[in-house]
């Protein structure tokens, strides 16, 4: 059975993956965690966690899944070149990718989102001092619509990747779980009334 790579870095969100990591470990399919180093990292939420691997001992190909979550402050990881390297192979080997939050600034950066429909918890103006161009963004769904309600179901999909904003972690790991063929439990997560 193929694995699912989590990404690691510091003040990285750890509630936007609860379902989706609950619901890969009810399926039993194997998870790995891998970070730049292997130096405990406080999460967003104060938590201190490690990583099972260095991004370099992690062998792309026996993954067909890569998570990405968001952060309060992202700036390192995305500046970094190593990172956005190793996240580049899992695109281009057509690994589902799911990024939430701010997460979505990582394919961004690399061209992966161009002319495709994608959410990102922040707005446009925020993305500009990263590089990223209008035409990047074109069909990009940011936090205050996404709040507005301009995406019902609360993620979307585009070729290989899931994006979602915080509020959405539920519908964006049911969403995940389908695409990898795991089975769905709405009554565990409270979305039978949705």
């Known amino acids: 059975m193929k694995k699912t790579a989590v990404f690691l870095y510091d003040k990285c969100c750890l509630f936007e993956l609860t379902v989706a990591l609950e619901m890969l470990q009810m399926a039993q399919k194997p998870i790995t965690y891998f970070a730049t180093e292997l130096q405990p990292i406080r999460s967003e939420e104060g938590l201190l966690v490690k990583a099972d691997c260095t991004l370099e001992e992690l062998n792309v190909n026996e993954y067909d899944s890569l998570l990405l979550t968001g952060s309060s402050d992202a700036r390192g990881a995305v500046e970094d070149v190593k ?36 959410m990102i918890g922040v707005e446009k103006h925020h993305l500009y001092e990263e590089g990223v161009t209008e035409e990047d963004m074109i069909q990009m769904i940011g936090w205050k619509a996404a709040c507005d309600g301009a995406v019902p179901e609360k993620y979307l999909k585009a070729d290989n990747i899931i994006t979602s904003v915080a509020f959405g972690f ?5 969403a995940i779980g389908k695409e990898l063929g795991i089975p769905v439990y709405p ?8």
């Open 83 to 118: 990172v956005l390297q190793f996240i580049d192979k899992f695109y281009k080997k057509e690994a589902l990718i799911g990024a939430i939050s701010i997460a979505p600034i990582f394919l961004l950066k690399l061209g992966h989102l161009k002319g495709k429909p994608f």
């Open 170 to 174: 539920r519908q964006w790991a049911i």
């Open 187 to 194: 009554g565990s997560f409270d979305l039978e009334k949705e």
